[in-house]
């Protein structure tokens, strides 16, 4: 026999069967809702299906790798994209007055919720539509420890996407276009209140995959296949940032899927990075040129030649190398 359903709909109230609370704040997890009071709180999909499974364990302490497994699902990822989730939950609870630390680390090890956690005992009522907490979210990679030689072009690109909807920075493979997007998002945060989702689109093969990449960078349920009118629509008001990033394999349908963002959600903005430009309409290419390097034959003392982006990049590395191999 089947289970109850975790939610009923009843003249556009929702009564939901399993929640949790803690302090001020009430988590849905089958509807992957937070809500502080009444209001919902913005979160990306992986700060909260993070925050799920700390609270499902509340007391307990979950492992870097559990986490990481679960949220990151048949995906290589850094640790450092775990901490960013963590600080993004942190920086939620922590701006509320009364609330406290939730979130205890273990040093190389992982995280464990600890303040008390309440499960309902029995149904309660939350009404669809009540408004959102307005707080910029994202799904960035960390950002980078330091960025050389690419302060013009973040400043650069900044400018340009307060003009253009449509911004693609182009360049060979290798050169930094991921580094500086990445650096530049994380820069614009404040200037998005509704967030910002960065789309890896390098394991995506079937064209088709690119909105259900979509759906995950902005929490948005249901929306797995084509973008449809239904949806678009839903998110017309949204002021969003969208990065799409390796996009050179699948360039004709990021264009397209790009052209649908713009076209649908007037206050959105999209930025791309690829070996090669979209050719879309409104498109504003930005092409990523190398780093500096010292001119052929030239004797350069060792300080002169720092002053080069590109000595300083393979210092930097270098040494970062033989600090981890002592």
């Known amino acids: 026999m089947a289970g109850r359903p975790d939610h009923v709909v009843l003249s556009g109230v929702i009564v939901v069967q399993q929640v949790y609370s803690f302090g001020s704040f009430h988590l ?14 913005q979160l990306g999909s992986r700060a909260l299906q993070i925050l799920v499974m700390l609270i499902e364990r509340a007391g307990e302490l979950v492992s870097k790798e559990e986490l990481i497994a679960r949220v990151w699902a048949n995906t290589c990822v850094e640790e450092s994209n775990l901490k960013v989730q963590i600080a993004t939950l942190r920086k939620v609870f922590g701006s509320h007055a009364e609330s406290r630390q939730f979130i205890a680390t273990s040093n190389g090890r992982g995280y464990c919720f600890v303040a008390p956690v309440e499960r309902a005992g029995a149904p309660i009522q939350w009404t669809a539509g009540l408004p959102v907490e307005r707080r910029p979210s994202h799904d960035l990679p960390a950002l980078p420890y330091r960025v050389l030689g690419r302060e013009s ?4 690109l900044a400018q340009q996407l307060s003009q253009h909807r449509l911004i693609t920075l182009a360049g060979p493979g290798g050169i930094g276009k991921t580094t500086v997007a990445v650096t530049l998002a994380h820069q614009l945060l404040e200037s998005y209140p509704d967030g910002i989702g960065f789309l890896d689109l390098a394991p995506v093969r079937d064209p088709s995959g690119i909105a259900a990449v979509f759906a995950s960078a902005f929490a948005l349920r249901g929306c797995a296949g084509e973008p449809t009118t239904e949806w678009l629509r839903s998110l017309r008001e949204r002021q969003i940032l969208v990065v799409l990033d390796n996009c050179e394999h699948i360039v004709t349908a990021a264009a397209a899927f790009a052209a649908q963002l713009t076209s ?18 409104g498109e504003r290419v930005h092409r990523l040129a190398p780093l500096e390097v010292p001119p052929a034959a030239t004797a350069l003392s060792a300080s002169e030649a720092m002053a080069y982006s590109a000595v300083e990049l393979f210092v930097d590395r270098a040494t970062a190398s033989v600090r981890a191999s002592n």
Request: net charge positive.
């Open 28 to 41: 849905l997890p089958a509807q992957q809702i937070l809500l502080h009071g009444d209001v919902r709180v």
């Open 153 to 156: 072009a973040v400043n650069t």
């Open 264 to 281: 649908a959600m007037p206050r959105a903005h999209v930025l791309v990075t690829s070996r090669e430009c979209l050719r879309a309409a």
